[in-house]
């Protein structure tokens, strides 16, 4: 692998580690229902360009995370089709950090296009 791929490897990864759980947070709030890891994963794929894989062995620990900081609640019900599903639901506090982390993400967005076009007084 020569430097620059190792270099771009890096940096998705660092950009991606940055923005999974404002996309999972996104994902759960505009949903009416609970939603189980492989529907998250399928809205993910469905919503990309190929540019933001995410197979369900990263998502669950992005989840765990999320619900125990309390801004996800899971439960776990019986599978017809196999074993049994947890489903996560956004809570109230994850709402609000939604909120906040949106507003945060566009400001960043917002710096970073800013300086990438060259509209800063460097």
Not at 13 to 19: C, P, R, Y
Not at 33 to 42: A, C, D, N, R, S
């Amino acid at each position: 692998m020569n430097t620059e791929n190792a270099a771009n490897k890096k940096f998705r990864k660092e950009l991606k580690s940055g923005t999974v759980s404002l996309v999972l947070l996104s994902i759960l709030n505009r949903s009416d229902e609970p939603l189980y890891g492989y529907e998250i994963t399928k809205n993910i794929d469905s919503s990309l360009v190929g540019t933001f894989r995410m197979g369900q062995g990263a998502l669950y620990p992005v989840l765990r995370s999320l619900e125990k900081s309390g801004l996800l609640s899971s439960t776990v019900e019986p599978s017809v089709s196999g074993p049994p599903r947890r489903y996560y639901r956004i809570t109230g506090v994850g709402s609000e950090t939604l909120g906040n982390w949106t507003e945060m993400w566009v400001k960043t967005r917002d710096f970073v296009d800013d300086i990438l076009k060259g509209n800063n007084d460097v």
